[in-house]
């Protein structure tokens, strides 16, 4: 098999060979059909990954679970209610005293001081029985949300389009219609908010934060890497000073020195998201860089990068259409192993109380709630509070078997 | 060889200067100060500028990196901390010796036990061994180590309630009657404390350093000389440990120098969760109170420990591995 490089024809006219540009990575070979291209080996590779297979399924739920956030947690995202602390999971039951089979319902839960040990003892209250309904609508105007495609548009721009939030519907609900029992499926935090409608919202922001920074850092490591290869020189001496300096701070330290900049600001959760983004991919473009640096060297003495020059190619279309995409394979497999980290990373910075700051949630912060207020005597009696950092353990699990996979798909040397 | 150590040395000093400088920036463009604090004080409402007086901090900020940047590289002086008003070199110590005394251990335990485990888990490739190790080493990368921490804790005191006596401390270095102990008494108690923040920092060190060592063996076995050992009837002991394993190793001595600052650059979250006195629960504090001269100091010996373990692994590689010359 020919390697998978891009012939360009040197001797075509300048105006042809655009349209002649090969739009994948793929090969002619001698009988002149187009050989399989690298990127379509590689998924087909990527497929007989059993454990990226399953780490692929696991993160399209989390992901989808994370977008329909709003339907699926029955109450809203900065919902508190702060009688109701650290309330223990509600179990949900099937069958009434006698055994039969009533469908799901809930018994409301009260709080009593044990006049013994001061500490406070949830008791469940079996003189009602409050049955759970699905596809509820809650019309409050707190209640209301705006279902998932629309809200990603940013909440300016929807107001100034006038775009309002009409959705009223929600997976379950408990039916009681006063309105003072809720059903906590896994408990309440130190603000009495709901854990499992807060782990769903925190997974926006923890699952997004770290696609988002590795793509601004390849981006910066893509640009410093290339023009520091392809330019050398001063500029080159300039990136590559830059890099080592960055690299001579120990990462975590560094960190949390640029996250204490915009902290003391008291910034609203929209800006702060954006500069953690930010903050995460000044820490990551220095090793891409390098990378980048390295290939692009090689890359611009080979025949193909001096005939685009020789027929008169711009160095930025040198750079853009025949070396930058000779690294892909590399950034793809970078970028899959670098999302687990900046994960890891934003829970950190979140569990130290630099990141995200409330109301908004991520599965860090909840984690920080969990050792502030819960203190270490509560800690084994209020274990839902840990259940956010099961979903980090999850979602840097299965990020870290994709980029597995498609570094072993990239590989030739692990072909199947 | 002189030479070149000599060029790496002299190459240091840009970099110390540059990342000195770069973090003194970062620092100075939070904004606020120390005195930032005493702003509103409704009984001495001209305390801030006081402060700031006596401090220096009205000064512009270039002049007093170079002020500051004079006395380390000349008395290696690191400054007064605003917080404790104590000198930051003997506040900084004892937590270097504390995460010290914690990395250590950690560092040749993984050492001890991620090596064997690469070379069983290459030599034994995909056999159930193998398959457990990586399963393991897998959840090692993707559990968060303040969330290991956490759960330890509750377990502690989850144990505690349900039998009345601690089987492990539920966080900080020693007993609240630690001096009254006798010095066996003591060395023991600190050896319990111990236990619990070792094994979790090892825990995650240990997928990855047996992760690197089973790729290096790995690829040295699929060599062809390999093969030729093979074939010329060596035996299969022989053809791991004399003609593998001591190539293989060879990335593992690379990633020497990288233990030297990470021995004092303390184990972050985990010395947080566990109230281990060490660097990062000192440097967390004084990044809230913003006391500068206290974050720099560590920002700048934990960079001069790293770019000296750095050149520290470069000469390793040359000593170890015969194709690299300098």
Known sequence: MLPPTPQPTPQAPAGTARARRPRRLGAFNSNGRQSESLTSIAWKQFRQHPLARVALVVL?????????????????????????????PSRIRFRDEEGRWVGPYVYAMKKTL????????????????????????????????????????????????????????HLFGVDDPTDRVK????????????????????????????????????????????????????????????????????????LLT????????????????????????????????????????????????????????SNWRIIRVHL???????????????????????????????????????WGLMLNTAQSFVGVSGLADRWWIFIPGVFIFVSVLAWNLIGDGLRDAFDPRSRR | MTVFIIRRLINLVPTFLLATFLAWFVIEIAPGDFASQFAFDQVDPGKAERIREVLGLNQPWPIRYLYWLRNVVLNLDFGTSMVSKGDVTSLIYPRMVNSFWLLLPSTILTFLIA????????????????????????????????FLALLVLAFAVWFYQANGWFLIPTGGMTSSNYSSLTAWQQLLDRGWHLIAPL????????????????????????????????????SERVVTYKHAFRNAIVV??????????????GAGTVEFVMRWPGITPLFISSIFAQDVYVVMALLTVLTVFLMIGNLISDLALALVDPRIRY
């Open chain 1, 114 to 169: 044990d006049m013994q040990t001061f500490q406070t003892v949830w008791e469940v209250d079996t003189s009602q029985r409050y049955p759970i309904k699905f596809f509820v609508r809650r019309e409050g105007i707190r209640d209301r949300y705006v279902p998932f495609p629309v809200n990603l548009i940013p909440v300016q721009l929807r107001q100034a389009w006038g775009i309002r939030p009409t959705a009223t519907l």
């Open chain 1, 258 to 313: 640029l996250s204490a900049v915009f902290y003391p600001l008291g910034l609203p959760s929209s800006v702060v998201f954006p500069l953690i983004v930010v903050v995460l991919s000044l820490i990551g473009w220095g090793g891409v860089a390098r990378t980048i640096r390295a290939q692009v060297l090689s890359l611009k003495e080979r025949d193909f990068a001096v005939a685009a020059k020789a027929a008169g190619a």
């Open chain 1, 60 to 88: 399209g739920v989390l992901y989808a679970c994370a977008a329909f956030a709003d339907f699926l947690a029955p109450y809203p995202e900065r919902y508190i209610n702060t009688n109701n602390t650290f309330q223990p």
């Open chain 1, 324 to 362: 930058l995409p000779q690294t892909l394979s590399y950034v793809i497999v970078v970028m899959s192993l670098a999302i687990p980290g900046f994960i890891l990373t934003e829970a950190v910075l979140s569990f130290f109380g630099l990141g995200i700051q409330p109301p908004a949630t991520s």
């Open chain 2, 199 to 234: 094994l979790i920092v090892t825990l995650s060190s240990l997928a990855t350093t047996s992760r690197i060592m089973r790729g290096e063996m790995l690829e040295v076995l699929s060599q062809d000389y390999i093969r030729t050992a093979k074939a010329k009837g060596l």
């Open chain 2, 115 to 146: 090596i064997p485990i690469g070379v069983y888990s290459a030599t034994r490739k995909y056999s159930i061994g193998d398959r457990f190790l990586t399963v393991f080493s897998l959840i090692g990368l993707a559990v968060p180590n303040f």
């Open chain 2, 252 to 265: 593992i001595v690379a990633t020497i120098g990288g233990v030297l600052p990470g021995l004092i650059s």
């Open chain 1, 183 to 254: 059903v906590h499926i896994w408990g309440t935090d130190d603000l009495g908010g709901d854990v499992f409608g807060k782990v769903l919202f925190g997974a926006r922001i923890s699952l997004t934060i770290g696609i988002l920074a590795s793509i601004v850092a390849i981006a910066i490591g893509m640009v410093m890497g290339g023009l520091a290869g392809f330019y050398g020189g001063w500029l080159d001496e300039v990136i590559l000073r830059l890099v080592e300096a960055i690299d001579a701070i120990p990462s975590l330290f560094l």
